[in-house]
């Protein structure tokens, strides 16, 4: 199974920005879709960016389009999230993870059953 190391989370002003870094032991044929998910407490997990490995087509949840950007650097195996525009509502603990991701119409999928590899999580707190 794949190891997943999240990086880069941290404490920020409001309209500040974070690069989220995921670092992949391996990757296997399984896990053509990686994404980015969060849990602030007393809330459950959630889809925040998904990517298809192979073709690279995106997925964003609304509350983050036009601010977050999902990329890949396939060579060194590493996922990446670069958050823009930040906000109070983005604290959460963020979570890299790979699985299958409901793959359909060559997009990758938000629900988290269908990702069956996770990180750690690493926490990013947005203040005013």
């Known amino acids: 199974q794949v190891q997943l190391v999240e990086s880069g989370g941290g404490s920020v002003q409001a309209g500040g920005s974070l690069r989220l870094s995921c670092a992949a032991s391996?990757?296997?044929?399984?896990?053509?879709?990686m994404g980015w998910f969060r849990q602030a407490p007393g809330k459950e997990r959630e889809g925040v960016a998904t990517i298809y490995r192979l073709g690279g087509s995106t997925l964003y949840a609304d509350s983050v389009v036009g601010r977050f950007t999902i990329s890949q650097d396939n060579p060194k195996s590493t996922l990446y999230l670069q958050m823009n525009s930040l906000k109070p509502e983005d604290t959460a603990v963020y979570y890299c993870?790979?699985?299958?991701?409901?793959?359909?119409?060559?997009?990758?999928?938000?629900?988290?059953?269908?990702?069956?590899?996770w990180g750690q999580g690493t926490q990013v707190t947005v203040s005013t």
């Open positions: 391996e990757y296997s044929p399984r896990h053509y879709c």
């Open positions: 993870a790979a699985g299958w991701g409901a793959l359909s119409a060559g997009v990758c999928g938000t629900s988290s059953g269908t990702y069956i590899s």
